[in-house]
């Protein structure tokens, strides 16, 4: 895998009505850290990047997240 940012990564899953960004608030929903429950804003980034649109779901963005991963 490659490193990137997360306002571009398929594993980044963001709340319905946001359109995302660099201080957008997310959950990471990668399959191995999806048990650390992470949430990160669109301008973090490691190297579980992969390319893609974000997924969206209702309570991505709270502390901690509320919403179950959608990929």
């Avoid at 997310?26 to 992969?50: A, T, V, Y």
């Amino acid at each position: 895998m490659a490193w990137g940012l997360c306002k571009d990564c398929k594993w980044w899953q963001i709340e319905p009505s946001s359109r995302g960004g660099e201080r957008t608030l997310g959950m990471c929903i990668e399959e191995k850290l999806q048990r650390f429950h992470l949430r990160i804003n669109g301008s973090g980034g490691c190297d579980r990047f992969g390319a893609g649109s974000p997924a969206h779901a209702k309570g991505s963005s709270e502390a901690p997240p509320s919403a179950k991963p959608l990929r």
